[in-house]
């Protein structure tokens, strides 16, 4: 389908500026999957339109270009770090682990880097430390600085925004960085990237390092091409969601390399506790504009992030919903997520109060806030993103 994406850069000192500008924002559009407008004013974006799915580029083209630039990085680096957002899920850690593999491929000392981390996480953290060659990899941000030097590579998965790294500070200590993600673009991205690898089309940044490592012809060992699917089957909601031609090419390079769903699924299992918190939480529901769902944990019994997700998941399988939002406090911070079946844009929605995502999936924190007055602002996103397309 045919799409129009349109830059603006306004100054009143330059014209030649303005125009660099209005490049800036055609940029900005087109990198964060096209078909909108994008205005650049006073070191700002502003985002208008963008809701349409993206679609997928069948043309590999890119992605090997990106493989064979990546590969030359790692060779004349001397150690490698990677990082993800905050609260590491497993679509960071299969990305982190196929990255792994790529640099200890090529003979590179390299490091993951977690701080804070998604409990879903926690069994395939242990089936990674009990293999010996990755029993050390895995450190945190103490002594990762320590041990970078001049010419040390920093990969940041999963995230372009430098307000959602698990690490902000991490980002201002390397002078090489390399950003592979799947997200539209922000107005905060990781502008010192040397690479800045996104592509909105693809179902998990899994799947785009799972692609990379296909076209090396690098042979994986079970539990890494079960971590690797398990990003992958969690960000498509077991391949419902966000799916192409291509992810399933991945995974049957993952599934040669003797992934097995059904382990994966044993290990995603959730427990009696979340399960009935989940319950508990559903039954808060509220239904607004008569197809959009909405959970505020007002009791703040939750205290995980992906139960929110699992939750908002849960709510689209509501006759007649299209759209659902869950908002829990976790200490000091609100946490929103939406989802949707494709009729609503939640990123568009979340974009307004400073979070993002994807057309169906997106998320949002908020600082500092009691958990009613998260529930107003959000009230007032989606009332602005319903009357700004009333009339389209």
Known sequence: IPTISCG?????????????????????????????????????????????????????VRSRVMAQTIKEIVKHSDKIFIIGHQYFDLDCLGAAVGLSKLCLNLGKEVYIVINSYNPTIKNFLQVLLDDPQYQNIIIDQQKALKMKTKTSLLFVVDTQRTSYIDMPNMILEFEKIIVIDHHRRPADWIEQ?????????????????????????????????????????????????????RTFEVATYLRENDAMPEAIKEYLKEDLESYILKSQLISNLEIIYSNIALVVDYSQVCRDNVIIAKVADELLNIKGIDASFVVCKIENSVLISGRSNGKINVQVILEKIGGGGHLETAGAKLENRSIEEAKEVLLKAIQEYINENRNI
């Open 193 to 245: 990237a040397l690479i800045c690898y996104s592509e909105t089309y693809a179902s998990s940044v899994s799947e785009l390092v799972a692609e990379l490592l296909s076209y090396e012809g690098i042979k994986l060992k079970k539990f890494e091409a079960e971590i690797l699917l398990a990003g992958i089957m969690i960000d498509t909601r077991g391949f419902t969601k966000n799916v192409g031609v």
């Open 8 to 60: 603006i850069g306004i100054r009143q000192d330059s014209i030649f500026q303005a125009q660099k500008d209005a490049k800036t924002a055609l940029d900005m559009a087109l990198s964060r999957g096209g078909d909108q407008f994008v205005i650049f004013h006073d070191g700002k974006f502003e985002f208008f339109g963008g809701k349409t799915k993206e679609h997928e580029k069948r043309s590999k």
